[in-house]
């Protein structure tokens, strides 16, 4: 009898690599988290954010303060990020899009665009659009309120797609 257990213990543990079967990655707890300062909501995979503020120089000499707040998962592979920074009103006149797509452009420099769609959050006009290189994946969706840009970015290894990316996408809101 106990060789019989022996057996299909090791049956159990050998049959799903011999069946193809696929062990998966455990889904990271999502967890709540609001930027009362930069006024948006979101649900971040992994927990807490980690968060800090830098300065960008922008074209002219111009500066503007960046707000960056992000996770972590699946040993480092894959980036949960919400970035935010205000424009002073030259940077941020006219056509929202003509803005965001200039935004884009500067993102995916160096790298392949893959989708692009205009888009907008309860009336709050955005782009959404997916770009990559050899080494890494990047989903991104921004939005113009006024002169607050708002950028949400997945970055994921090719080797290790996120798994997220909806779900932390289509948390966001902005009040």
Do not use: C
């Amino acid at each position: 009898m106990r060789r019989v257990s022996q057996l299909f213990i090791a049956l159990l543990i050998a049959v799903p690599f011999f069946a193809g079967f696929q062990y998966s990655t455990p889904v990271a707890a999502a967890q709540s988290f609001t930027g009362s300062a930069g006024r948006f909501t979101v649900y971040f995979p992994g927990g807490e954010p980690k968060q800090q503020m830098e300065t960008v120089q922008l074209k002219g000499g111009d500066s503007t303060k960046l707000f960056e707040f992000w996770t972590e998962t699946d040993n480092s592979n894959v980036s949960y990020m919400v970035m935010y920074n205000d424009y002073s009103p030259e940077y941020a006149t006219g056509d929202p899009q003509i803005v965001l797509t200039t935004t884009r452009d500067g993102m995916v420099k160096g790298k392949t665009l893959v989708t692009d769609n205009a888009v907008s959050l309860n009336g709050v006009p955005g782009r959404a659009f997916t770009a990559k290189d050899d080494h890494w994946n990047y989903s991104v969706r921004q939005y113009l309120k006024g002169k607050r840009l708002y950028q949400l970015i997945v970055v994921s290894n090719n080797d290790h797609p996120a798994t997220q990316t909806d779900q932390f996408m289509n948390s966001f809101s902005i009040w």
